[in-house]
């Protein structure tokens, strides 16, 4: 059962760049509505080059069942996500204050239609706030999940591979 006390606010920000809006439309973006348990935000983060996105997706994200939205990134471009993170970050720390979690979906990901859902359940077990979660990864190129362990999280496992972090993954408490 969820503690009340814990009912920690929840927001989803996607990165989109290199003309990738089929794949936000097709993927990213029909995986958060198609979830079972909704955020209490959405923005989208806009890290191409030309302005056009802007006001089509501000367009499709209106009239939605939680605030949604899309700004251009405001920080270091191109960077495979880490400006326009940082841009969605600061923008979200100010409406939704530092307590609030993001979670951060690839713009040509997807997630499974219970991923918020389980992630706000787990966020809210402790007493305690919980800085960071990083979920199992399920890749359609991979014959099983990639599970990992806290003891998998250690430099080491960076400096020569990955144990299965990556951005779709990252669920990060704002004062972190």
Known sequence: MTNPKKQQKICILIATSLGRSELLFERALKSVFAQTAQPDYLIVVDDNDDDNLIPILNN???DRNFPCCCIKNKRTKHMSGTGAWN???DYLSTILGENAYVCIL???DTW???YIATIKEY???DTEPIDAV???INREDCPSPLVFDKCDLKVES???GNPGIQGSNM???LSC
């Open 60 to 62: 499709y994200l209106k």
């Open 87 to 89: 841009t969605g970050i």
């Open 106 to 108: 690839d713009d040509d």
């Open 112 to 114: 499974d239609s219970n």
């Open 123 to 125: 966020i809210s077990r």
């Open 134 to 136: 990083f979920a199992y």
């Open 158 to 160: 960076f400096l020569i």
């Open 171 to 173: 669920v990060f408490r």
